[in-house]
């Protein structure tokens, strides 16, 4: 093989050479000039970005191992622009003085995670998979950890690793079961040996296990609201958007080549957990008064959404997916957006803290009403769409009652949403937060969402697109 | 030039107008300014389409539009219009624009009140341009969720859960309707074929009756609840309790209307073979909600709480008349939708401006107003006259023409629904009359009504504005009921297709 | 090449070892106990791993592979790990599973 | 043939009136509108006798008989391709006969009023609602099919309510429109289902295709039985029900009383003359029908109406409100008309109760309009409507004395005064079809005379009441009409009804039947008014003593037999209480409280349930566990081979 077969893993090469110039620059640069590292990492950050935007050959690499194709390249872009807003949105918080000596640390964590998922993606073996998996998640509990000196995020990074870990030798062990019965660890090789045999549906289940825990699906989500809560929220918004949105989209990706001999095992399970975790999700969002809490249970019942995609296992399954995690980013990222700003401001994160906000802050509410809408699915905002075409996937296979289950449920969660909303906008309140303005970092990431909410909606071109370089069953 | 797409846009670029206005001053301007352009669009739109007619265009839709929006889900933003579609463009038109004015003195973030108003009725106008499912789907939704934030915001009472109430029992039967709508896509090709939105395609196919039975209770109830369906009307009182004049205006008078529009719309006219077997349910709910509607109203004491339930009773005879599925019926149900639409708007309007002076709705407090606001008591007069359907105002004509075509089936049952439907004449009579004499006539009770100012002018003209309509409608309603009829006439054929 | 040792032997005791660790897992108060436990899971899994490649493909090394990577991966997990216990302690006083429960509901 | 269209004028004006005096009335002086009106309906009168010239002596008829000429038709809403509602003018000899009954009386009203509505606030208005008034009664009886007379129908029904409640801030007069209108809306309600049905079998609404007697319409009489009667009947029963309602016959008569609370020539014009004939009106519009295809109808008719008449009677005997005494007066009257439709057969001599209801009609109204205004001038003067506070107005109010007694002996037959020969056509007719119903007729004819006399005496001789100041007659404008009135009264009996108008518009001759129809009720009148003459004439303490005797019925009959208690009791015990509150409290709990539980479930659950989510690492750790390992069993157990 020749050098130039390297360009394929371009996303995650550009990546790496980035992680290094800012630990090299980390090293070089002194103390009281750490600030500078934002910019420099943003700037970086941004690039790579754009180089990822060039237009790229595909093919395989590692024998199999690694895998590049439009779509996956067209997830790492998504990822990419995600990540993009999470980074300016991280302004605010890093320039505090508690983390003026750790600020490096933050963007080569962030890297190093999403270097993982970008090889998780383009994986084209479990073992690739697995190293993906581990590398996005193992430092993501220290980003969870990252304020040290708070209870919370301490016990936030414990849970993570702890049941991360947990959940990885499950995986595994499902893997090594998959192994064991077929032979191999290469995907295109699995998928012509499986079948429905006991200990292969044992092993895909216990596989399937490992990634609900990172998709968060009921019942292997407990671990979300709690590390949600505690973590930073800059790194909650990174945790609930990319890192959840990696995991679905390889969990398609597999369901739909290495699995697509056990259809019928995996899509009336998809039925079951869909319906759990919308549910479940719902009800404990219902109660909750920390919003950072409240977007963790609201994010768990977005995933189960996704799920209705993938049981369609059409075409349209699959464009309506990824499609979906495009939008749900900017939705997430402006309620998170919005959140963080609040909170580094005033270091309130409560519900009710937020009455009469729009009296005060106007834009900003206006914002989170729209991310808010966007995630209830109104429209003229983007999240419409984005579920009306998971429902459109899962009706055209069929599953009728599955989407009326889901529309109630969408109904549900509007309820809490508009309990935002009704805060935001119509409770009184004696002493509303007071006016401030927005850092431009902060100002333009949402600015960006508010863009991408109104746009991926009406301009239809991005779904046709992502049809066209998508597949079903 | 596509006229129709220019409902859509006026109302947002009246919004964006908004936003960039200083003071209230422009905003109440720049609303009226854009409000009564859509309404002389749409006065324009009548003439342009009876000009049609007449010219001898007999396309089921006219004025098309179609533009492909969703390729690989054959997605169109597809618009037309027909006589009925017109007829509910004009209604929407006029109620809005009265419903501007009616808000002339909105004080409390008045920028946001018009902006979420208009906004509200760009969804109305969408809904009832648009030709294609998921676009109609997608005005519908667009004008439900304002409501929320004009309720809760502007409105009064216990607003906040009036508001909720309203906006998930809505959204609850959206959930219906989208199911519905899914199952008429995923079965709009049965015989291979794209799967399409687009409701004329739709109609030319023959959906498999398996389908239809499980489809069509959804999508019926599914707009049956914004039409007040009992039992799933109870977001009616309490939300037109709290809202605030123009919001009851408009969601009463036209958002209600979606309702019985897309019921025979999308509901009868997509799925006919159903809708036959299954109509006596709705029918047995419909004239339920007809009688049951006119005795609750009888013993409320809120003014709003009254003509709430009174809507539950009308817009029950609305889609009565629908499911009557005959020609004559189904124009009374529009005509009716229209009349209907009105007068309650104007009947809203003027509860508005009473409490506005008297500040209490609460018909036992009050007496003798005719005497101190003599032109909103003759107004009110009149709007009661409408509602218990007074010949020469548009009520009669619509509720007549209703039980005539209702009463045009042979057999038993739907005979005597049609009694039990007719007989709600009288009880509208008795609540309208017992509002009318404890609220206009009689001595003065309380002192402090003695020197309260009659009409401004911006309420003068909502008023006038909505009288003018109900009388036209009641004097000549000859060429109204024509043009809503022969565009009723694909749907009918559709119908007289499949009668076994 | 067999030396004799069934394979179902290797696959109980590797059951055995990881649901020992499940346990653990489930029931040991201690952080680093904890930790432990997830090792031995991981540890199972990596005698699976072996035992498939040597008895079932022989002609491969997909297994002995996995396993490495498993083996090294662990290793770092224990590292962020032990760096959070040691940030616990800082924060609790304690590195009782039972004492960070701060957040619940 | 000489065109009738400019008969819509008649129709036509009193609207335009209505509109400009409603509008514009608070802008002029009040005695403009005033004039306005007024001129407004003399226009409208002319033109009526203009066309009763034309259409009764410048015809030609065919075949002797008189045409119905449709002046002016044009389509006001088409129901079906067969059903269409119909605006237009119908010309034939009732039409035109209420033409003149309806314009003079509403004239001399109008006169009338501009005296004795004098400084009254709202003086346009009046004038405003009178003209509505007229419009909606003229176009009702030029209707062309039964739903535009329906429509009218409705229309006079709203006017007269806003006429009872003219006196708005008066609670009585309020609560009495009310009424008024809610008992009428109610026969209306029968009305209309007798429409649906009728046009449904006959397939049209127009009368001429309707009442053609060899016609398609009259052949569909015996359509499905129930209760034993044709549907034809049915239908016709229900649409007497309407005429019932509005003409204020048994049970659906009490609103007429309380209507006594409009002003006194509102009463005399709509609930004496003109409005509470509108049932006898219908009936005779659809004559034909009932006498062919439905007769049971008619019999129907002709009970209610014989019953009603008897009812009234009794109970005008009691009252001591003048214009009570003059409302249940009418309603006999009215009651009479009735009977004569109800014994009538159609065609040649039977048609005779036919004419002579129209001739009573005719008469009736001049005299009943004459007796108000009458009434009217002497509360103008005494400002009290209690004969109990009257007497000895004779010298007082000289003009209104003698117009009034005119009047009295009218209504009570006396021979050569027009009632006479209208009331005699009636008896005759009942005699030769229905005993019964003759004898009742007779004694009610003296009851009648007696009550009036009653009346008469009360007000004109007995005791010498002095007045705080005393009465003075009325002004000319006021005096006019009584006078115009007086003589009409005496001479319209002359006019040879039965060369106009018949059953089958084919003139023919009557004579009076000296025996046993004329003399018998003569003498039964003299009885009645000198019963009167002995009791009343002078003050005197016996009709206590006979009341006292007759106790029980005195008092029941004093209270009109306890019938608007009965109302009160259905409306406001059952409907109000025992269902409409029941439908709000089932709303607001049951239905309501349904859809709210659905929100309440919710939160409960998600209270319930938060448990699941304790903090604990490891109890999350055994429900990931537990969660995989019962999938994984369960998908083996149900899908793996």
């Given at each position: 093989?020749n050098l ?5 893993m371009?996303h995650e ?9 800012v630990?090299?620059a980390d ?6 000039k750490k600030y500078?590292?934002?910019a420099l990492?943003t700037t970086?950050?941004?690039?790579n970005l754009i180089?990822g935007?060039?237009?790229s050959?595909?093919g ?5 191992m690694?895998?590049?194709s ?5 997830m790492?872009n998504i990822l990419?622009l995600?990540v993009i807003?999470?980074l300016l949105?991280s302004?605010?918080w890093?320039?505090t003085?508690e983390?003026?000596?750790k ?5 080569l ?7 993982g998922m970008?090889f998780m993606?383009s994986?084209?073996?479990f073992?690739?998979l697995y190293?993906?998996?581990e ?5 993501m509990?220290?980003?969870a950890a ?5 209870h ?6 414990i849970?993570?690793?702890l049941?991360?870990?947990m959940?990885?030798?499950?995986l595994?062990l499902?893997?090594?079961?998959i ?7 290469y995907?295109?090789?699995v998928?012509m040996?499986?079948s ?5 549906t ?9 990634m609900?825990?990172?998709?968060s699906?009921v019942?292997f989500?407990?671990?979300?609201a709690d ?12 945790l609930s958007?990319i890192?959840?949105?990696?995991s679905a ?5 597999v ?7 056990i259809a ?6 998809m ?5 759990l975790?919308m549910t479940?999700g719902n009800l ?11 977007l963790?249970?609201s994010?768990?019942a977005?995933a189960?959404?996704?799920l ?12 309506s997916?990824?499609y979906?995690?495009?939008v749900?980013?900017f939705s997430?990222l402006?309620a998170?957006g919005v959140?963080s700003?609040i909170y ?7 519900i009710?803290d937020?009455d009469g906000?729009y009296h005060t802050?106007?834009k ?8 808010l809408?966007?995630l ?15 429902f459109t996937?899962a009706a055209?296979a069929?599953?009728?009652?599955l989407?009326?289950?889901a529309?109630?449920n ?5 309820y809490y949403y508009?309990?935002?909303v009704?805060?935001m906008f ?17 100002k333009i990431?949402?600015?960006?969402c508010?863009i ?20 079903g069953? | ?5 220019f409902?859509v ?12 206005a200083?003071?209230p001053?422009h905003?109440r301007?720049?609303s009226?300014?854009?409000m ?9 739109l009548v003439f342009a389409?009876?000009?049609?007619r007449?010219?001898?265009n ?5 004025f098309r539009?179609?533009?492909m ?6 997605i169109?933003?597809?618009v ?5 579609s017109?007829?509910m463009?004009?209604l929407t038109?006029?109620?809005v624009?009265?419903?501007?004015f009616?808000?002339w003195?909105?004080d409390?973030l008045?920028?946001e009140?018009f902006i979420s ?9 969408g ?6 499912l998921f676009?109609m789907?997608?005005?519908?939704e667009?004008a439900v969720i304002?409501?929320?934030l004009?309720i809760?915001?502007w409105g ?13 029992m809505l ?6 309707l989208?199911?519905?709508?899914l199952?008429?896509y ?6 291979g ?11 030319k196919?023959?959906?498999p009756?398996?389908?239809q039975?499980?489809f069509f209770?959804m999508?019926?109830?599914?707009f049956g609840?914004?039409g007040?369906?009992f039992?799933?009307h109870?977001?009616?009182p309490d939300?037109h309790a709290s ?7 408009l969601h009463?008078?036209v958002l ?5 529009y897309g019921?025979?719309?999308v509901?009868?006219f997509l799925?006919?073979d159903a809708?036959?077997e299954l109509?006596?349910i709705f029918?047995?709910?419909t004239?339920?909600s007809?009688?049951?509607g ?6 409320q004491k809120?003014?709003k709480y009254i003509?709430a339930y009174?809507s539950?009773?009308?817009c029950?005879l609305?889609?009565?008349?629908v499911?009557m599925?005959?020609k ?5 149900a529009?005509?009716?939708?229209i009349s ?8 809203f309007a003027?509860?508005?401006m009473?409490y506005?002076?008297t500040?209490?709705r609460?018909?036992?407090e009050?007496g003798?107003l005719?005497?101190v ?6 107004a009110?007069v ?6 218990l359907?007074l010949?020469g105002l548009?009520?009669f004509?619509?509720?007549m023409t209703i039980?005539?075509g209702?009463?045009?089936?042979t057999?038993?049952?739907h005979r005597?629904?049609t009694i ?9 009579a008795?609540?309208i009359l017992?509002v009318?004499?404890a609220?206009?006539?009689?001595p003065?009770?309380n002192?402090?009504?003695e020197?309260?100012?009659d009409a401004?002018?911006?309420?003068k ?11 036209a409608i009641?004097i000549a309603?000859?060429?109204l009921?024509n043009m809503i009829?022969t565009?009723l006439?694909p749907?009918?054929?559709k ?5 076994p | 090449m067999?030396?004799g040792?069934?394979i179902e ?6 059951t055995l070892?990881f649901f ?5 897992f489930i029931t ?9 436990s ?6 199972s899994?990596n005698?699976?791993f072996v ?5 079932l493909f022989?002609g ?10 498993v083996?090294?991966?662990a290793?770092?997990e224990?590292a962020?790990a032990i760096?959070?216990i040691?940030?616990i302690?800082?924060n ?8 960070t429960?701060?957040m619940?509901f | 043939m000489?065109?009738?269209s400019?008969t819509?004028?008649?129709v ?6 209505f509109l400009f005096?409603?509008?514009?009335g608070?802008k002029m ?8 009106g007024t001129s407004g309906l003399a ?10 010239y ?7 008829k065919i075949g002797?008989?008189y ?10 809403l ?14 034939d ?6 033409l003149?009954v309806?314009t ?6 109008h006169?009338y009023?501009?005296g004795y509505?004098?400084?009254e606030?709202g003086?346009a ?10 419009f909606?009664?003229l176009?009702?009886?030029?209707a062309?099919n039964?739903?535009q007379?329906?429509?009218?129908w409705?229309l006079v029904g709203v006017s ?11 609670p009585?007069a309020?609560s009495a ?7 009428t809306?109610f ?5 209309l289902i007798?429409i649906?049905?009728l ?10 295709s309707?009442?053609n007697?060899n016609?398609a319409a009259?052949?569909t ?5 129930f209760l034993?009667?044709s ?6 029963i229900l649409?007497?029900?309407?005429g019932?309602?509005k003409?204020a016959?048994?049970p659906l008569?009490?609103?007429?009383p ?15 003359a003109t409005m509470?004939v509108a049932?006898?009106y219908?009936v005779a519009?659809l004559?034909?029908v009932?006498?062919?295809?439905a007769?049971?109808g008619l019999?129907?008719v002709?009970y209610?109406?014989?019953?009603s008449?008897?009812f ?9 409100d003048?214009?009570?005494v003059?409302?249940y007066?009418?309603?006999?009257q ?5 009977v004569a439709?109800?014994v009538?057969g159609?065609g040649?001599?039977e048609?005779l109760?036919?004419m ?9 109204a ?5 007796l108000?205004?009458?009434?009217g001038?002497?509360i103008?003067?005494v ?12 010298k007082?109010?000289p003009?209104t004395h003698?117009?009034?007694?005119i009047a009295?002996?009218t ?5 050569f005064l027009?009632?006479?020969?209208s009331?005699?056509e009636i008896l005759?007719a009942a ?5 019964l119903?003759?004898v ?5 004819a ?6 009036m006399?009653?009346l008469y005496f009360r007000?004109f001789w007995?005791k010498d009441?002095?007045?705080h ?18 003589i009409a009264s ?5 006019i040879?009804?039965s060369?106009f ?9 009557t004579?009076i039947e ?8 003569i003498?039964v ?8 003459y002995?009791?009343?004439?002078k003050?005197?303490?016996?009709p206590?003593?006979i009341?006292?005797?007759v ?5 029941s009959?004093?209270n009109?037999?306890?019938f608007d208690?009965i109302?009160?009791?259905v409306t406001?015990k059952i409907?109000?209480n025992?269902?409409?509150r029941?439908v709000?409290w089932?709303?607001?709990?049951i239905?309501?409280g ?8 919710t939160n409960?659950?998600s209270v319930?349930?938060?448990?699941f989510?304790?903090?604990?690492l490891?109890q999350?750790?055994f429900?990931f566990?537990?969660g995989?390992i019962?999938l994984?069993?369960?998908?083996i157990?149900?899908?793996?081979i």
């Amino acid at each position: 093989m020749n050098l130039e077969n390297f360009f394929l893993m371009r996303h995650e090469l550009v990546l790496t050479i980035i992680t290094l110039m800012v630990l090299i620059a980390d090293l070089s640069i002194h103390e009281d000039k750490k600030y500078k590292i934002i910019a420099l990492a943003t700037t970086l950050f941004a690039i790579n970005l754009i180089i990822g935007f060039f237009p790229s050959l595909t093919g395989n690499l590692f024998g199999n191992m690694y895998k590049t194709s439009d779509l996956q390249l067209t997830m790492k872009n998504i990822l990419n622009l995600g990540v993009i807003v999470i980074l300016l949105q991280s302004v605010t918080w890093l320039k505090t003085d508690e983390n003026k000596l750790k600020i490096s640390e933050f963007y080569l964590l962030v890297f190093s995670t999403l270097i993982g998922m970008q090889f998780m993606i383009s994986a084209g073996s479990f073992l690739m998979l697995y190293l993906g998996l581990e590398l996005a998640t193992i430092p993501m509990a220290a980003l969870a950890a990252y304020d040290r000196f708070r209870h919370n995020s301490a016990e936030a990074g414990i849970k993570l690793i702890l049941s991360a870990a947990m959940s990885s030798a499950v995986l595994i062990l499902g893997i090594s079961f998959i192994y064991g019965t077929t032979g191999s660890t290469y995907f295109d090789t699995v998928a012509m040996h499986y079948s429905n045999t006991p200990l292969q549906t044992l092993a895909f289940i216990l596989f399937f296990s490992g990634m609900a825990f990172k998709i968060s699906l009921v019942p292997f989500h407990l671990w979300t609201a709690d590390v949600y809560e505690g973590s930073p929220v800059n790194v909650t918004s990174y945790l609930s958007v990319i890192s959840k949105g990696a995991s679905a989209f390889i969990l398609v990706i597999v369901l739909f080549t290495v699995f697509n001999s056990i259809a019928m095992i995996w899509k009336p399970l998809m039925y079951i957990i869909s319906v759990l975790t919308m549910t479940v999700g719902n009800l404990f969002a219902i109660r909750q008064q920390n919003l950072k809490r409240f977007l963790a249970f609201s994010s768990i019942a977005q995933a189960g959404f996704i799920l209705l995609g993938i049981i369609g296992a059409s075409e349209i399954g699959m464009t309506s997916v990824v499609y979906f995690i495009f939008v749900y980013i900017f939705s997430n990222l402006g309620a998170f957006g919005v959140v963080s700003v609040i909170y580094y401001k005033t270091q309130k994160e409560c519900i009710d803290d937020y009455d009469g906000l729009y009296h005060t802050n106007p834009k900003l509410s206006l914002v989170m009403m729209l991310a808010l809408f966007s995630l209830a699915g109104i429209p003229p905002v983007a999240g419409y769409f984005g579920k009306f075409f998971l429902f459109t996937a899962a009706a055209s296979a069929g599953y009728y009652w599955l989407v009326f289950i889901a529309v109630l449920n969408a109904t549900i969660s509007l309820y809490y949403y508009l309990l935002v909303v009704k805060a935001m906008f119509i409770n009184k309140n004696d002493q509303p937060i007071a006016y401030f303005k927005t850092d431009v970092p902060a100002k333009i990431a949402l600015i960006i969402c508010v863009i991408g909410l109104f746009v991926i909606g009406f301009y239809s071109t991005i779904y046709q697109y992502i049809q066209s370089i998508s597949f079903g069953l | 030039m596509d006229i129709l797409s220019f409902l859509v846009i006026i109302p947002v670029l009246t919004v964006l107008g908004i936003i960039i206005a200083k003071d209230p001053k422009h905003t109440r301007i720049i609303s009226a300014i854009g409000m009564g352009l859509q309404l002389i669009l749409a006065a324009y739109l009548v003439f342009a389409y009876l000009g049609e007619r007449n010219a001898g265009n007999i396309a089921e839709m006219l004025f098309r539009q179609d533009y492909m929006w969703y390729a690989n889900l054959n997605i169109h933003y597809s618009v037309g219009v027909d006589g009925i579609s017109v007829a509910m463009i004009a209604l929407t038109a006029v109620v809005v624009f009265a419903g501007i004015f009616a808000s002339w003195k909105v004080d409390f973030l008045p920028k946001e009140f018009f902006i979420s108003l208009i906004l509200l009725s760009t969804g109305v106008f969408g809904f009832f341009i648009s030709l294609d499912l998921f676009t109609m789907f997608l005005f519908y939704e667009i004008a439900v969720i304002p409501m929320y934030l004009l309720i809760g915001i502007w409105g009064s009472g216990p607003k906040e859960y009036a508001a909720m109430k309203l906006t998930l029992m809505l959204m609850g039967g959206s959930a219906l309707l989208l199911v519905g709508i899914l199952g008429i896509y995923t079965n709009s090709a049965p015989d291979g074929g794209a799967l399409t939105f687009n409701i004329l395609e739709i109609a030319k196919v023959h959906i498999p009756i398996e389908a239809q039975r499980l489809f069509f209770p959804m999508t019926f109830i599914g707009f049956g609840i914004l039409g007040a369906l009992f039992p799933f009307h109870t977001w009616s009182p309490d939300g037109h309790a709290s809202a605030p004049t123009a919001v009851s205006m408009l969601h009463a008078g036209v958002l209600m209307k979606l309702g019985g529009y897309g019921a025979f719309r999308v509901a009868i006219f997509l799925l006919p073979d159903a809708a036959q077997e299954l109509s006596w349910i709705f029918i047995i709910l419909t004239s339920i909600s007809v009688v049951y509607g006119a005795f609750g109203a009888i013993v409320q004491k809120d003014l709003k709480y009254i003509n709430a339930y009174s809507s539950v009773s009308h817009c029950g005879l609305v889609l009565f008349a629908v499911l009557m599925m005959n020609k004559t019926a189904m124009d009374g149900a529009i005509l009716q939708m229209i009349s209907h639409g009105l007068m309650t708007a104007l009947f809203f309007a003027l509860i508005g401006m009473i409490y506005g002076r008297t500040h209490t709705r609460m018909i036992n407090e009050m007496g003798g107003l005719m005497k101190v606001m003599p032109f909103l008591g003759v107004a009110y007069v009149i709007a009661g006259l409408a509602s218990l359907g007074l010949p020469g105002l548009s009520g009669f004509v619509a509720e007549m023409t209703i039980f005539f075509g209702a009463f045009q089936h042979t057999d038993v049952f739907h005979r005597v629904v049609t009694i039990v439907a007719v007989s709600s004449i009288v009880i509208t009579a008795v609540y309208i009359l017992r509002v009318v004499g404890a609220l206009l006539f009689g001595p003065i009770k309380n002192p402090h009504f003695e020197h309260l100012e009659d009409a401004k002018w911006f309420e003068k003209l909502s008023t006038v504005t909505l009288i003018l309509a109900i009388a036209a409608i009641g004097i000549a309603p000859l060429w109204l009921s024509n043009m809503i009829g022969t565009s009723l006439q694909p749907i009918i054929d559709k119908l007289s297709m499949i009668i076994p | 090449m067999n030396n004799g040792i069934p394979i179902e032997y290797f696959l109980v005791t590797a059951t055995l070892m990881f649901f020992a660790g499940v346990y653990g897992f489930i029931t040991r108060k201690n952080l680093i106990t904890m930790l432990m436990s997830v090792e031995l899971m991981l540890n199972s899994v990596n005698i699976n791993f072996v035992v498939f490649n040597r008895y079932l493909f022989p002609g491969q090394l997909e297994g002995h592979f996995f396993s490495l990577f498993v083996i090294a991966v662990a290793a770092s997990e224990a590292a962020v790990a032990i760096a959070i216990i040691i940030n616990i302690y800082r924060n609790f006083q304690s590195i009782d599973v039972e004492k960070t429960d701060e957040m619940k509901f | 043939m000489t065109s009738f269209s400019f008969t819509v004028l008649i129709v036509l004006i009193p609207l335009f009136v209505f509109l400009f005096v409603g509008l514009l009335g608070h802008k002029m002086k009040p005695i403009v509108s005033g004039i306005i009106g007024t001129s407004g309906l003399a226009i409208a009168a002319i033109l009526s006798y203009f066309t009763a010239y034309q259409y009764f002596f410048n015809t030609e008829k065919i075949g002797g008989a008189y045409q119905k000429i449709l002046a002016f038709n044009t389509v006001w809403l088409q129901f079906t391709d067969k059903l269409h509602i119909d605006m237009g003018v119908l010309i034939d000899p009732i039409s035109v006969m209420m033409l003149i009954v309806i314009t003079t009386v509403s004239l001399m009203v109008h006169i009338y009023s501009i005296g004795y509505m004098k400084g009254e606030k709202g003086f346009a208005r009046f004038f405003a609602f009178l003209s509505l008034f007229s419009f909606s009664m003229l176009g009702l009886v030029l209707a062309t099919n039964i739903f535009q007379m329906y429509i009218f129908w409705e229309l006079v029904g709203v006017s007269s309510f806003l006429l009872i409640g003219f006196y708005y801030t008066k609670p009585s007069a309020v609560s009495a429109s009310k009424k008024a209108f809610i008992v009428t809306r109610f026969a209306d309600l029968g009305f209309l289902i007798g429409i649906l049905i009728l046009s449904f079998n006959t397939g049209t609404f127009d009368f001429i295709s309707l009442t053609n007697v060899n016609g398609a319409a009259i052949a569909t009489g015996s359509g499905i039985a129930f209760l034993g009667l044709s549907t034809m009947t049915w239908s016709l029963i229900l649409v007497f029900m309407g005429g019932a309602g509005k003409s204020a016959m048994f049970p659906l008569h009490i609103w007429l009383p309380d209507a006594m609370e409009g002003p006194t020539p509102v009463s005399a014009l709509i609930h004496a003359a003109t409005m509470v004939v509108a049932g006898v009106y219908l009936v005779a519009r659809l004559f034909p029908v009932y006498a062919i295809s439905a007769p049971d109808g008619l019999m129907v008719v002709a009970y209610v109406g014989s019953f009603s008449s008897l009812f009234a009677a009794v109970i005008a005997c009691t009252q001591y409100d003048i214009k009570r005494v003059l409302a249940y007066s009418t309603m006999s009257q009215i009651g009479y008309m009735m009977v004569a439709l109800g014994v009538s057969g159609y065609g040649g001599h039977e048609g005779l109760g036919y004419m002579a209801s129209m001739f009573h009609l005719f008469t009736h109204a001049m005299f009943k309009a004459l007796l108000f205004l009458g009434a009217g001038a002497i509360i103008h003067s005494v400002h009290t409507n209690l004969m109990t506070e009257m007497g000895g107005l004779r010298k007082h109010l000289p003009i209104t004395h003698i117009t009034f007694l005119i009047a009295c002996l009218t209504i009570a037959g006396v021979p050569f005064l027009s009632a006479f020969f209208s009331k005699d056509e009636i008896l005759t007719a009942a005699y030769h079809s229905n005993k019964l119903i003759f004898v009742v007729q007779l004694f009610v004819a003296g009851l009648t005379a007696f009550y009036m006399f009653r009346l008469y005496f009360r007000i004109f001789w007995n005791k010498d009441t002095h007045y705080h100041h005393t009465p003075h007659e009325a002004p000319l404008t006021m005096t006019f009409p009584l006078i115009f009135l007086a003589i009409a009264s005496i001479f319209s009996g002359y006019i040879p009804f039965s060369e106009f108008v018949s059953s089958d518009s084919l003139p023919f001759e009557t004579e009076i039947e000296w025996w046993p129809i004329a003399i018998p009720s003569i003498i039964v009148g003299l009885l009645g008014i000198s019963l009167a003459y002995i009791l009343y004439k002078k003050e005197s303490t016996l009709p206590h003593r006979i009341a006292s005797s007759v106790k029980f019925f005195y008092t029941s009959a004093f209270n009109k037999f306890y019938f608007d208690e009965i109302y009160m009791f259905v409306t406001k015990k059952i409907i109000f209480n025992y269902i409409s509150r029941p439908v709000a409290w089932f709303d607001r709990h049951i239905v309501d409280g349904f859809m709210n539980s659905l929100a309440w479930i919710t939160n409960v659950t998600s209270v319930k349930i938060k448990g699941f989510q304790s903090g604990q690492l490891q109890q999350y750790a055994f429900v990931f566990i537990s969660g995989a390992i019962l999938l994984g069993i369960l998908f083996i157990y149900l899908f793996s081979i």
